[in-house]
Nanobody, 122 residues
């Protein structure tokens, strides 16, 4: 019943910007951390940026100073502002959220969005 819907991907030239968004919907008691991951062909899925429920953030070294993650708890939405994009940023970007579905479930477990393609041309 939990669904994460991503949007904002596309094709841009190097140096350009994109803003990704991801909204969680469905049966949700609480959301803990949220984050963005990316996966390029032939590579593993790696964390790009994460944000706690209180707003503390962490970033992969490769995107520090260029990307900014934020969230709107009232809307169960997480954003990723990507500036100064490089061809190396080309990947499918996935939204992730730790969701406690009900009070009785007692624990958070990860849910994933469908992924959105980001392509940066040189």
């Amino acid at each position: 019943q939990v669904q994460l819907m991503e949007s904002g991907g596309g094709l841009v030239q190097a140096g350009g910007s994109l803003r990704l968004s991801c909204a969680a919907s469905g049966t949700i008691f609480s959301i803990n951390a949220m984050g963005w991951y990316r996966q390029a062909p032939g590579k593993q899925r790696d964390l790009v940026a994460g944000i706690s429920s209180a707003g503390s953030t962490n970033y992969a070294d490769s995107v520090k100073g260029r990307f900014t993650i934020s969230r709107d708890n009232a809307k169960n939405t997480v954003y990723l502002q990507m500036n100064s994009l490089k061809p190396e940023d080309t990947a499918v970007y996935y939204c992730n959220a730790g969701v406690r579905v009900t009070f009785s479930s007692g624990a958070y477990r990860p849910y994933w969005g469908q992924g959105t393609q980001v392509t940066v041309s040189s």
